[in-house]
């Protein structure tokens, strides 16, 4: 007997992929696009807060997961609609649930504005140890100093050496900009700790496909489960401390912040160790866009390069952001929340989606 859709059964189908085992490549082929022609039968027409097409977001995650484990998650939870009565409503609450736990937190968490820090020394190299460990317990200050250790005070992208840079490292042709230290992978998404939440997180899936009303009580759990299924990542890698480690921050000028940090610029791995080409959406206007970056430490002791996979991973999430047209549509509701105090004159406020969503800007 085919089951009704509900949010408690898309849940339960995103959550039962971990005891899946391992496929080949051929028949995760054979999934897809078995996934892919469900998707364009069932949901061809199908829209999310009226703007974002469900085919174009399953496709998108599909086409941009970074591996084969990746497109096996999102076909395998797009194959589930053969258990139910109405599969395009199955199809819209998988979509719904992919929009919110894992798409909107995502974008919102790289949203977050970020003040200009004030000058300071560069730190000295016998600190260098001491400050990877304060980094780790949370401290911005000591993550931001092994940035600007590791990359001699420039931004990698436009080579421009920060405010606070000491002047002796700054070539008389060289320019000065304000810096930001920026996380590849956003700080505000880790809300637990290596050893308590961590552990539910990463071993609670069978307690919590059992138990759906926790489920939806723990809207971290489920985004941190879905960002590891589909970016193959063991989340161990950004359980405190590791989210505040040198792998997963740059320091970049701060007009590029924005830009990276809401996934409009992004690293396409190259053949070369930790060489980069940046890439941008078609409708951003920068000059850096097709740019090679090379990473390399600069500093005297071991500090670690950005993990190349997190690079990717923040990769595929710019490329799902824009072509599915989630990230133009959630940028949409930002600037209606802008705007909230007097709702637009001409009816355009989506207030379905205001209210979906929560605030955490």
Known sequence: MKRTASEELVLAVLYDFKDQDPEDTATINSMVTEAKTAIDSHAKDALLQKNIRVDALFHSLIDFAINDRGKHYVAYAILAYKEVEDPCAFLVQLAEAWLAYLIYPVKASGNIKKGIPSTRQTPHIQETAQLIQSAERGNQKAFRSLLRLRQGDRCPITGAYGLDALGDLVPQEGSQSATIACHILPFSLNDFKEGSSKTFVTSGYSFLSHNIDLLLQNGAVVTWGMIGAWGSLDVEK??????????????????????????????????????????????????????????????????????????????????????????????????????????????????????????TR
């Open 238 to 359: 950004l359980a405190e401390p590791k989210i505040n480690g040198p792998s997963n921050g740059l320091l970049l000028r701060a007009d590029i912040d924005p830009m990276f940090s809401n996934f409009k610029l992004w690293f396409e791995k190259t053949d070369e160790p930790d060489t980069y080409v940046l890439a941008k959406p078609e409708k951003l206007k920068t000059q850096y866009a097709g740019k090679v970056v090379t990473f390399v430490n600069e500093h005297s002791e071991r500090i670690d390069l950005p993990d190349p996979q997190l690079l990717e991973l923040h990769a595929a999430f710019s490329r799902v952001f824009h072509v599915s047209g989630a990230g133009e549509c959630i940028e949409a509701y930002w600037r209606d929340m802008d705007e909230i105090r007097v709702l637009a004159s001409n009816g355009s406020t989506n207030l379905d989606f205001l209210l979906m969503a929560p605030v």
